[in-house]
């Protein structure tokens, strides 16, 4: 695919660089019950909180119910850059939860409870109204797992311009997912993130091949950049960083070293980072230190939103 230091090239209206960008994550927010306490998360939310940091306009297109746990969600996003007022209520379904634990690695898992306010989202006309002026819009598969919530995701994303940079962060959950949600997905997205299971679950889904290499994992993005219409695919790795593939070039990132607390928002981190770097045409090589440098302050603090704002770039 050429030199790795070849610019994205898939935002063809650039903004000068430190321009405030509309970016719109769509999906589920709730609390993660952790072996340390409660606290915010859903990776729509931990995405927004990272763009809003990093000095976008990041606005949560999600659901909560009306009882005391949306209350104190809404409130402490208020403490937060996000934009809220894209987050509906409702009076039937209850707040999200989900209990988290984890291995001697310090991988999550997740207990994700079903019928919950982000199940019934609905394409309300400030939703439609805002698919006109998105630069970016985020949607992954769990928040498509019920059939109210997956026509209002796939709707609001078809809605958005065609210079809108749609990124799907595919996110499986077991069992919270099916081939024709991800097809769907990766046939309207233009940037995908995605980690090394997911890589192999999809290759298989669709039957793709690839051939020997020396670099199977590029190989595999490659194969699935073939298939489907996608400018960007961003592949985590965890502890050993990151490949970030583009139409023209690639990027290889060892990662960085961190006393790691837990890696719960560490992808979401990474993946805001390389949304406000990829609508701004950044190159692979700097978006992907960027990424990964976000990524891994993530994970050295507990939960997905650390307390305190990360170090900017200087």
Same mark, same amino acid.
């Given at each position: 695919?050429?030199?790795?230091?070849?610019?994205t090239?898939?935002?063809p209206?650039r903004?000068?660089?430190?321009?405030?960008l509309?970016?719109?994550a769509?999906?589920e927010?709730?609390?993660?019950?952790?072996p340390?306490?409660?606290?915010?998360?859903g990776?729509?939310?931990n995405?927004c909180a990272? =763009?809003g940091?990093?000095g976008?306009?990041? +606005?949560l297109a #999600?659901?909560?119910g009306?009882? @005391?746990?949306? &209350?104190? %969600?809404?409130k402490?996003l208020?403490?937060?850059?996000i934009?809220?007022?894209?987050?509906q209520?409702?009076m039937?379904?209850p707040t999200?939860?989900?209990?988290?634990?984890?291995?001697?690695?310090?991988?999550?898992?997740y207990?994700?409870?079903? =019928?919950?306010?982000?199940d019934?989202?609905? +394409?309300a006309p #400030?939703?439609?109204?805002?698919? @006109?002026k998105a &630069?970016? %819009?985020?949607?992954?598969?769990l928040?498509?797992?019920?059939?109210?919530?997956?026509?209002t995701i796939?709707?609001?994303?078809?809605?958005?311009?065609?210079?809108?940079?749609?990124?799907?962060?595919m996110n499986?959950?077991?069992?919270?997912?099916? =081939?024709?949600?991800?097809q769907?997905?990766?046939?309207?997205? #233009?940037?995908?993130k995605?980690? @090394?299971e997911?890589?192999e %679950?999809?290759?298989?889904?669709?039957?793709?091949?690839?051939?020997?290499?020396?670099?199977?994992?590029?190989?595999?993005?490659?194969v699935?950049?073939?298939?489907?219409?996608?400018?960007?695919?961003?592949?985590?790795?965890?502890?050993?960083?990151?490949?970030?593939?583009?139409?023209?070039?690639?990027?290889?990132? #060892?990662?960085?070293?961190?006393?790691v607390?837990?890696?719960?928002?560490?992808?979401?981190?990474?993946?805001?980072?390389v949304?406000n770097?990829?609508?701004?045409?950044?190159?692979?090589d700097?978006?992907s230190?960027?990424a990964?440098?976000?990524?891994a302050?993530?994970?050295?603090?507990?939960?997905?939103?650390p307390?305190?704002?990360?170090?900017?770039?200087?």
């Amino acid at each position: 695919m050429g030199m790795n230091m070849l610019r994205t090239a898939i935002n063809p209206n650039r903004q000068p660089e430190g321009t405030p960008l509309k970016i719109v994550a769509v999906g589920e927010v709730l609390w993660d019950a952790l072996p340390s306490g409660r606290r915010l998360g859903g990776a729509p939310a931990n995405l927004c909180a990272m =763009a809003g940091r990093l000095g976008d306009n990041a +606005l949560l297109a #999600s659901r909560v119910g009306s009882d @005391a746990s949306g &209350d104190e %969600i809404l409130k402490l996003l208020d403490t937060y850059p996000i934009d809220t007022s894209l987050v509906q209520r409702d009076m039937v379904l209850p707040t999200g939860t989900v209990t988290v634990s984890f291995n001697d690695d310090g991988q999550p898992a997740y207990r994700i409870r079903e =019928a919950v306010a982000w199940d019934a989202l609905e +394409l309300a006309p #400030s939703w439609k109204e805002i698919a @006109a002026k998105a &630069d970016a %819009i985020c949607f992954g598969t769990l928040a498509q797992r019920s059939a109210l919530s997956k026509q209002t995701i796939q709707n609001l994303v078809s809605m958005c311009r065609p210079d809108c940079l749609r990124v799907f962060d595919m996110n499986l959950r077991y069992p919270f997912f099916s =081939a024709d949600t991800i097809q769907w997905s990766l046939n309207h997205a #233009s940037l995908l993130k995605v980690n @090394a299971e997911e890589l192999e %679950i999809v290759l298989k889904m669709f039957g793709l091949t690839s051939h020997p290499s020396p670099d199977p994992e590029r190989e595999g993005v490659e194969v699935i950049m073939t298939a489907f219409p996608l400018s960007l695919v961003c592949l985590t790795l965890g502890s050993r960083g990151s490949l970030i593939v583009s139409r023209s070039g690639y990027h290889r990132h #060892s990662g960085l070293a961190t006393q790691v607390v837990d890696t719960v928002g560490a992808g979401d981190a990474f993946l805001a980072t390389v949304v406000n770097y990829a609508l701004r045409n950044a190159p692979l090589d700097v978006m992907s230190e960027a990424a990964n440098r976000y990524g891994a302050w993530v994970a050295s603090h507990p939960a997905a939103i650390p307390d305190t704002p990360p170090p900017l770039p200087t």
